[in-house]
């Protein structure tokens, strides 16, 4: 009977800790919400050959051309061949549209080239808006990526902000 006393205490002790095991495990499950940033309307600089040059708060989400109304829509001299209308401002942004004849200089709401995920270095990435420095390393750390949205498993990056700098990127 004393061989038998250790033995059924270890079993005891055994069932005890997977009891609260099991007990404990819903509440040990980390949980993450999304983050709420997509809802920050941006604010941007309107300036150049448009009628109402300004600062303007357009809706989170707004591109070139909500811009461009939200400042009374170009003047006759403007060259809206040079600017991607389908473009997303992000807050802080300054968008100079451009007039006929005017020497080209890199401005938001010019087409760029796409920055490929799988080959830039951090500093490159950053150079994207909305691309900071640690949501660069994280893009890297992640590599390769076969498609654009293989990024959604980047931590920090959400159907909304792959949306977002989806026009600036490539695999």
Not at 57 to 72: F, K, M, W
Not at 110 to 116: G, N, T
Not at 137 to 150: G, N, Q, S, W
């Amino acid at each position: 009977m004393a061989r038998l006393q250790p033995l059924a205490l270890a079993l005891y002790l055994a069932l005890v800790v997977a009891l609260g095991l099991v007990r404990l495990e819903p509440h040990l499950t980390v949980r993450f919400a999304p983050l709420e940033l997509e809802h920050t309307p941006p604010v941007v600089s309107v300036v150049g050959a448009v009628a109402r040059p300004g600062v303007y708060t357009l809706e989170p989400g707004a591109r070139v051309a909500d811009a461009l109304a939200a400042a009374g829509g170009a003047t006759a001299e403007a060259d809206l061949e040079r600017l991607d209308l389908a473009l997303p401002l992000g807050d802080g942004e300054t968008l100079r549209v451009p007039a006929r004849g005017e020497p080209v200089r890199e401005v938001v709401g010019m087409p760029r080239e796409a920055v490929s995920v799988n080959r830039a270095s951090p500093e490159e990435l950053e150079a994207v808006p909305g691309i900071g420095p640690a949501l660069a390393r994280r893009i890297v750390a992640h590599r390769p990526y076969r498609t654009l949205d293989e990024l959604l498993r980047v931590p920090g990056i959400g159907p909304k902000t792959l949306e977002r700098l989806r026009p600036y990127l490539k695999p």
